[in-house]
């Protein structure tokens, strides 16, 4: 099923609960890789330098129903296994329903949920074992969105496909596309970094303002104002003037951007306290806003709900949604409406959180602490990867057995979680 590429607000209760998405993609800092974004990114390049050598494989575990594990199979895993993806990956990107690997060598393979082209292979097939995306070399980042990628390259190019629906691939249409195409109107200006939220995007150029494009219901695009219209090509994040932003990450419908003297600033849907305003509303936050008590943040990263930001001393922060206690903070009231540090975490260098679960208060996330994978939350798919699928969400963080020596990264899709 597409991923939420009408808008919640559209959608009837039902198909809302189905089809709530998302992780998010994550994106870099402009500090990453001299210039080469990681990624959500989130969602997602992800908030951290890039190792500088080839890492191990993919491990995967969770919801399978498109193949979005890549073992081959739509059976799904409570515990981690291997995807079929050649043992030089640099980053992963767990989108709705489907997945992205940067391999060392600058190329993409992509595997999972394809209804809408996303994984660039000029089909609508899915493909339960990686394949490459053709003619894409140079990769330095990618982000994952509900049914769209995107791709940053060394020249300073971005490329999107995938659902169209909402412009979120920049290129002046809502037309999908299979293949990708060039985001127009990002030549020249030295992008540094890439977002995907569920049906809009962000890019971090190097001077460290932000250009976005897609969807702006929920006025997730920062320029101040809410529009029924897609906005298909890039436009400036407003708000913003005098600061720098270091890196940026978007959610469902929300975003979040660190800046240089390590605040955090948030906008768009604000429903469960996710934009970090200290309150909750229905009324969107249309432009860059303060996030409240929070200081020191190196990273952020905005889930389907839910906003993270692990803090310079490798601790975590949470707000928004909180159902599935996704937050960490041993509990599942929901929303939190102010930062609130999450329980017994240190030493965290990635992070990813994605709703699931039956309502737009449910998730999961994905860490590494102290080099070990941990997640908890909702565990319905067996997202949690701890070997069994459980009602009961888990409130502590859980060991993620995996084959991985040393990981360096981990993303979250729509239930199910990948690990490189």
Known sequence: MRPVTTGLRALGAVAVTTMIALAAPHAVW????????????????????????????????????????GDGTLITRPSAVSAAVPDEVLDVEGGGRFSLALLHNGTVKAWGDNEDGQLGDGTTIDRPIPGSVPNVRGVKALAAGGAHSLAL?????????????????????????????????????????????????????ADGTLRAWGDNR????GVGEVSPDPQTTPVTVGGLAGVRVKQVDAGDSHALAVLGNGTVRGWGENSRAQVGTGTASTAPVPTPTPVVDLTGARTVNAGGFSSLAILANGRVKGWGANGDGQLGL???????????????????VDIST??????????????????????????SSGQVGIGFTGFDPVLVPATVVTGLDKPKDVSTGFQFALAT
Do not use: Y
């Open 30 to 69: 402009a500090e990453d890789v001299k210039g080469g974004g990681s990624h959500a990114g989130g969602s997602h390049g992800k908030p951290k330098p890039r190792p500088q050598a080839p890492v191990a494989g993919v491990e995967s575990w969770g919801f399978n129903d498109s193949g979005q594990l």
């Open 153 to 205: 390259l060394g020249n300073g190019t971005v490329l999107a496909w995938g659902d169209n629906a909402r412009g979120q691939l920049g290129d002046g249409t809502t037309d999908d596309r299979t293949t990708p195409v060039a985001v127009t109107g990002l030549t020249g200006l030295k992008v540094v970094g890439i977002a995907a939220g569920s049906q809009f995007s962000l890019a971090l150029l």
């Open 218 to 221: 929920s006025g997730q695009l």
């Open 330 to 348: 041993g509990t599942t009231a929901t929303p939190q409406l102010r930062p609130a540090e999450a329980v017994g975490l240190t030493g965290v």
């Open 354 to 379: 994605a709703g699931s679960g039956a309502g737009l208060d449910g998730g999961f996330t994905v860490a590494i602490s102290n080099g070990i994978i941990k997640a908890w939350g909702d565990n």
